[in-house]
């Protein structure tokens, strides 16, 4: 193990808005030097240099892949691949989108036929997609962040988006995001996951859940897990040059077993972040595993501060990025200068059970103001009505558990698809995956008391079946004392919570 030290130095403004794009009526020229790619007559795609851009067509069809998709049936596949298969089976959109069930990446996909055009993304929305209203200059715009169509058009932010920026919520909440499909812009929506996008009409449709999901043993839900797994690492070894980032917890655990079969390309990293301890159980249990494994591993120690010079460029690139992550973000970009694709172990918890020792978990319904305290928003009006719309339009969720859903959709499709759009600046790419709507579905289809809270049964018996000795060393064991305080914590922290914005509310705090 090496320790890499962060230099506080670089010129980082060639890389504004860096992977991202802007669908519209017309090229975005100001954007120089960006990808211009033509949809059909009434939409034009203008990309960044370093953005894959993959487009094919028969007829009165086409598929434009922004991003990268892989086939874990098929690891050889390149984008082309997956985009000619597809376009095989657009007899219709509703059968494309399920014809991508399989995939991973992290992608949108425009898909035109003579009828529609429609877009829609991956299955945790991490190429993230906001966009415009029909009326909008012309017509619908689409863009991978509301802070690129605000720079484009001068947008200001919206007054009740303002109070939400101002809250106790934000002020008090370093990972902060937004509600539902909220931004900070009345021109702008947020697309979330599991919905797909009619560019002609500026109409949203959900197209999932739309039948029960097959229930299956733990055994059966976890060996075609492993398959899918082991399948997306093999196509994500042959398309990139990766890193894993390794903690001692358990997601990342299961990531390092999935890439089992990669052993000779391992490589993996942790990042010491400024305020965390040399001790600590992400950086010596990591450390431990990979050293017996004899797997190249690297400690990025960031600093407790950006540079100058990066922290004005970090926050130029995405519309109010996170504070803290961007000395995360230096320090891995002066490691790897954006020439390597992390990854993660992210989005595993959509399947985890989320929220259930927060709230109870057999109501027969849920309020806004339920789902805005479970987000940790308590009861601020601006999440609330964002919350409210979300569940009107949730519909019949044919047995997927409520909870689950806004996990997968406002926690992941908002917060992570965020995170991950800013630590674009420090990686070439990120890979995540559990971001494949077929893994997640089968891990959903195992009982949920596999699948909860202390000992994630099925998470453990996913890493037996790949790599069974990453077992040996023990997963999170700084937080195991934690999990016997959770309940008394959790049942403190609403009372706390409410005092706290009270006495903020005061001039108090």
């Known amino acids: 193990m090496r320790v ?43 990309a960044h240099p370093g953005l894959n851009i993959t487009q094919v067509g028969d007829g009165g069809k086409s598929i434009t892949i922004v991003g990268y998709i892989l086939d874990p049936r098929r690891p050889e596949a390149t984008n082309s691949d997956v985009a000619e298969c597809l376009l095989g089976t657009f007899s219709n959109l509703d059968r494309l989108i399920k014809a991508t069930s399989p995939f ?31 009326d909008f200059s012309e017509g619908v715009w689409a863009a991978s962040q509301p802070g690129l169509l605000a720079w484009l058009f001068n947008l200001k932010v919206d007054d009740e988006a303002a109070k939400f920026l101002d809250s106790y919520v934000i002020r008090t909440y370093r990972e902060y995001r937004w509600p ?27 197209f999932w859940p739309k039948a029960p999901i097959e229930k299956a043993t733990l055994v059966q839900g976890v060996d075609n897990a492993v398959e899918i797994l082991e399948g997306l690492m093999d196509a994500a070894y042959r398309r990139f040059d990766l890193v894993l980032g390794m903690t001692a917890g358990l997601d990342s655990r299961v990531v390092l077993a999935a890439a089992r079969r990669n052993r000779n390309k391992l490589r993996a990293i942790t990042v010491r972040q400024g305020q965390l301890p040399d001790d600590h159980a992400d950086l010596v249990v990591a450390a431990r595993l990979l050293g017996q494994l004899d797997i190249p591993h690297s400690v990025v120690k960031a600093l407790p501060y950006m540079s100058a010079a990066f922290s004005k460029a970090f926050k130029e690139n995405v519309f109010l990025a996170h504070d803290h992550y961007g000395p995360d973000a230096e320090a891995i970009r002066h490691e ?6 992390a ?32 987000l940790l928003m308590e009861d601020n009006e601006f999440a609330v009505r964002a919350y409210a719309r979300w569940l009107d339009e949730t519909g019949d969720l044919h047995g997927v558990h409520l909870l689950d859903l806004l996990s997968w959709e406002n926690l992941h499709g908002n917060w992570l698809a965020g995170t991950q759009l800013e630590f674009d600046f420090a990686w070439r790419d990120i890979f995540t995956p559990f971001n494949c709507r077929s893994l997640l579905v089968e891990l959903l289809s195992i009982d949920e008391k596999y699948r909860s809270a202390p000992d994630y049964p099925a ?40 005092l706290k914005r009270y006495l903020f509310k005061l001039g108090l705090r």
């Not at 000795?469 to 016997?484: G, R, W």
Request: proline share 3%; charged share 25%; no cysteine.
């Open 104 to 134: 991973g990446g992290r992608w949108v996909l425009v898909a035109r036929s003579e009828e529609q055009t429609a877009l829609f993304n991956d299955a945790l929305g991490l190429r993230q997609v906001f966009f415009t209203g029909p």
């Open 180 to 206: 539902g499909n909220a931004t900070a812009f009345r021109e702008t929506t947020h697309l979330l996951p599991n919905h797909y996008l009619d560019l002609r009409t500026g109409r949203v449709w959900r």
């Open 336 to 341: 790897f200068s954006r020439e390597k694709v």
């Open 343 to 374: 990854a993660t172990g992210s989005g595993a918890e959509v399947a985890r059970a989320s929220f259930r020792a927060r709230i109870d978990a057999n109501k027969s319904r849920y309020s806004a103001v339920d789902l805005a305290r479970l």
């Open 459 to 498: 998470f453990r018996l996913l890493i037996e079946k790949m790599w069974p000795e990453l077992l040996d060393e023990t997963i999170n064991p700084h937080k195991s004392k934690k999990h016997d305080r959770s309940l008394w914590k959790t049942l403190w922290r609403g009372s706390k919570n409410r």
């Open 4 to 46: 890499i030290e962060q230099e506080l130095q670089g010129d980082f403004n060639s890389d504004r808005f860096v992977n991202q794009f802007v669908l519209g009526p017309v090229f975005a020229d100001v954007l120089a030097g960006w990808q211009q790619v033509e949809i059909d007559q009434s939409f034009r795609l203008t």
